[in-house]
C-alpha cells in the first residue's frame, strides 16, 4: 500500500485518528502560573492631578477676569475723570469730606477705660 | 495623601505667586506726613487698648482674690496687677490726645486762637499723664496705688474735658472745611455762569446764594458759642449735644451740594 493510497483509505484514518493525536496530559492546577498583579490606579495621584488641573482653571479664570474687568473698567473710570471739568471735581471732593463729617458718628470717643480703676475701695 | 496635600499647596503656591507680585506693584509709596502719623497712632492706639483689656482683666480677677484671700501672695499679685493696668490705660489715654492733637494740627477749617488754645491744653495733660506714668512706675505698695488712684480720679475731669473740646472743634472744623469749599465753589460757578440767563435767572442759583448765607450764619452762632463754652472750660453740655446742634448744618450743607450738582449741570 502506497502512502497516497493510506491517505485515501477514510476508514483506515478514522481507525488510526486517535494515534495522530497529540497527547494530552492531566492539568496539575496547582503548578499554574500565578496571574501578574492587577496594578490599582494610584488615587492620590490622580486626584492631586484633578485637583492641581481644577485650581490651575479657577485660577486662570479669575486672572482672565480681573483682567477684563481693569480693561473695561479703566478707560470708562479715565473717561469719568478726565469729563469732570475742574468746579465738578472741587464738588466731588467737597461731596466725600461731608460724608466724612456725618455728626451722627461721633470720629473721637473718649477710650473704653475704667477711670476708677483701685484696689481697695475708697474712703469717703 | 499627604502627596495629594503637598502637591496641592504647591499649586496653589504658585497660583498666588502673580497676586502677591501685583499687590506688591499696586502699593503706592507711603511719605511721612501728618496722615501717615495719624494712621501710625490709630494703630498704635489700637494696639494699646487691646492690651489694657487684657490687663483690666488681669487686675479684676487678682483685686477679687486679694480681697477673699488677704494673703501676702494675693496683695503682690493685685499691686503688679494694678500697675499694669494702671500704666497701660495711662498709655492708652496718652495715645489717644496725641491723636486729637495731631488731628487738631492737620484739620482745615478750625479758628487759629482756639486750636491753639486747646492744643495747649491737650499738651499740659499729656505731660501730666508722662509724670503719671513715671509715678506707677515708682509706685510700690498697694497703699501708693491708692493713692495714685485718687490722684487720677481728680485729674480724670479734666483730661475729658480737653478731650471732648478737640473733639468738638474738630466735628465743627470739619463741616466748616466743607462750607468753605462749597462757598467758594458756588461764587465761581455764578461768576463763570454770569454771561447765561438760564443761571442767572434760575432758582438754583437763588437757592445757593441764600443756603451760603444762612449756613454762614449758623457757622458764626456755632463758632461763638464753641469759643465761649471753652473759654470757660464748660464745653460738656456742647459736647453732649454735638450731633444735635450739627445736623442743620449738615443739612444745609447737604442741600448746597445738590444746588451746585445741578447748577453745574446747567453750564
Known amino acids: ?124 | 495623601m499627604k502627596k495629594v496635600l503637598i502637591v496641592g499647596l504647591i499649586g496653589m503656591l504658585g497660583l498666588m505667586m502673580p497676586w502677591a507680585i501685583r499687590a506688591q506693584e499696586a502699593s503706592p509709596g507711603a511719605s511721612l506726613d501728618l496722615n501717615l502719623e495719624i494712621v501710625q497712632l490709630n494703630e498704635i492706639y489700637r494696639g494699646q487698648l487691646a492690651e489694657y483689656r487684657a490687663a483690666e482683666k488681669e487686675f479684676q480677677i487678682a483685686r477679687d482674690q486679694y480681697r477673699q484671700l488677704q494673703t501676702l501672695a494675693s496683695i503682690n499679685a493685685v499691686t503688679e496687677a494694678t500697675r499694669e493696668a494702671m500704666k497701660l490705660r495711662a498709655q492708652v489715654i496718652l495715645t489717644y490726645m496725641e491723636l486729637l492733637r495731631v488731628n487738631l494740627i492737620a484739620a482745615e477749617g478750625v479758628e487759629i486762637s482756639l486750636k491753639q488754645l486747646v492744643i495747649e491744653r491737650l499738651t499740659v495733660e499729656q505731660e501730666w499723664l508722662q509724670s503719671h506714668l513715671q509715678a506707677i512706675a515708682a509706685g510700690t505698695d498697694r497703699e501708693q496705688f491708692n493713692q495714685l488712684a485718687d490722684i487720677f480720679a481728680g485729674k480724670q475731669q479734666g483730661i475729658q474735658t480737653v478731650s471732648q473740646e478737640a473733639v468738638s472743634l474738630l466735628s465743627v472744623g470739619k463741616l466748616q472745611n466743607v462750607f468753605d469749599r462749597l462757598a467758594a465753589l458756588s461764587e465761581e460757578v455764578a461768576a463763570s455762569g454770569a454771561s447765561s440767563s438760564a443761571i442767572t435767572q434760575s432758582r438754583e442759583l437763588r437757592e445757593t446764594e441764600r443756603t451760603v448765607a444762612a449756613t454762614r450764619t449758623s457757622f458764626q452762632n456755632l463758632w461763638t458759642e464753641l469759643n465761649t463754652t471753652i473759654r470757660e472750660g464748660k464745653v460738656a453740655g456742647f459736647y453732649d449735644n454735638l450731633a444735635k446742634a450739627l445736623n442743620p448744618v449738615y443739612t444745609e450743607l447737604n442741600k448746597l451740594t445738590s444746588y451746585l450738582t445741578e447748577l453745574l449741570r446747567m453750564r
Open chain 1, 1 to 124: 500500500m502506497s502512502a497516497e493510497q493510506f491517505r485515501q483509505d477514510q476508514t483506515q484514518f478514522i481507525v488510526e485518528e486517535p494515534l495522530m493525536e497529540k497527547p494530552q496530559y492531566p492539568v496539575d492546577l496547582s503548578e499554574q502560573p500565578t496571574p501578574p498583579p492587577v496594578k490599582k490606579p494610584r488615587w492620590e495621584l490622580i486626584i492631586g492631578a484633578v485637583l492641581i488641573f481644577i485650581i490651575g482653571v479657577i485660577g486662570l479664570a479669575m486672572m482672565n477676569r480681573q483682567e477684563v474687568d481693569q480693561a473695561t473698567e479703566t478707560p470708562e473710570q479715565v473717561e469719568t475723570a478726565a469729563d469732570l471739568d475742574p468746579l465738578s471735581q472741587r464738588l466731588q471732593t467737597a461731596q466725600q469730606l461731608l460724608r466724612e463729617a456725618n455728626p451722627t458718628t461721633l470720629a473721637w470717643p473718649f477710650p473704653p477705660v475704667d477711670l476708677t480703676l483701685r484696689i481697695d475701695e475708697a474712703r469717703n
